[in-house]
DNA sequence: GTCTATACCTTGATAGAC
DNA sequence: GTCTATCAAGGTATAGAC
């Protein structure tokens, strides 16, 4: 069955992309319909708005991350299998065609984008930040990570050059991803 | 003496500022120009192109990093100085407006720039990433720093982290860079 | 060195036919 | 749900007068 909703998913995985491949300001209605097949005013039926598509993208992925790190299969994770699950999401962006982190690319346009979808960006990187505190204190509770400072602090650090690291690797070095993944790692053992 | 340079100047002061407030793509000739009370084709008198301008202000930003670094006065610098110096640029842009680095502004747009301008971003970069490993090279054997892993790692993890922050740090929490400042040091001393 | 004027393009968005 | 047609806005860039 092909429902009315398949073209609407495929358009949020369309502007996903570019969103993560170009930033807010410089995606088009243009890339998302021509890939697609239709005319751009076919996207503007589904969102009607730049704005409300980008939240949508914002919306699903957060709905998504919470999905993940709520579920039955991420309580038998680990510390540090929860970490190499958030690196692996970043690994796939940068390696899938050099994509930035989702947060990153609309933080880059921030301020180019409207108040309401400010929001929806503020809420998605305090929800990852926020998990990523639970899991450097739970580590550390454990003993598995041993690190000084924060766990708030070091969920920041380690989340910042994350996403800058997905937005220079194209720019960096070689391998920037790789180098800075080992580093975190080095910076959590002792 | 009012030089014709000197138009030419306050052009590369501008462009910086509006580049790394809002990415090279969103940045435009008519901000510059009006806030310069004058018209958009007086700037392309001086800067043919879009790309000639940035191209501009990133080597003149790569000059002024090769003159501080290789000068007399950095010379008399710890490795923690030496640090310092650098977080101060990045903190100068963010409470200075808001400002991402000059780096990760150019590299959010990378898919968007021409060939010319990558080489030149790909030279700063690699000048400072260079900078930052021997510093970190020289805090080891000294002994101010205590860190595990690879200098040239840790100099991309901070580095990273450093562009991420000022990326992100609109979107992240209230005090975000001052977080990840304090973590970075947390994470050189044992 | 700066201006006016203009050419040309791409966007985001809307109206209305099918 | 998708189309054609169209619009206004804003961008880069150039030509030529002053």
Redesign the interface.
């Known amino acids: 069955m092909k429902t009315s909703s398949d073209t609407k998913e495929k358009i949020l995985d369309l502007a996903k992309y570019h969103l993560q ?3 807010y ?2 995606f088009s209605y243009h890339q998302v319909s021509s890939e697609l097949g239709i005319k751009n005013a076919a996207v503007h039926y589904h969102y009607p708005t730049k704005s409300h598509l980008a939240n949508d993208v914002l919306i699903r992925f957060m709905d998504w991350f919470k999905e993940c790190t709520l579920g039955p299969e991420h309580a038998g994770f680990d510390p540090w299998k929860k970490l190499d699950w958030l690196i692996a999401i970043y690994r796939d962006n940068v390696s899938g065609g ?1 994509q ?1 982190c989702l ?10 984008i409207p108040d309401s979808l ?1 929001v929806a ?2 809420d998605t ?2 929800t990852v ?1 926020k998990w990523l505190t639970s899991v450097l204190e739970e580590g550390l509770k454990t003993g598995v990570f041993d ?4 766990p ?3 969920a ?2 380690i ?7 997905s ?2 690797n ?4 070689e391998n ?1 991803f790789e ?2 993944i ?3 790692k ?2 959590l ?2």
Chains 1, 2 share one sequence.
């Open positions: 491949a170009r930033g300001y410089a050099n930035m947060i990153g690319a609309l933080s880059s346009d921030y301020l180019m400010k960006l503020n990187a305090a930040r690190f000084k400072g924060k708030s602090d070091k920041s650090l989340l910042t050059s994350l996403i800058g690291v937005q220079v194209r720019t960096l070095t920037a180098q800075v080992e580093q975190i080095q910076d053992i002792r």
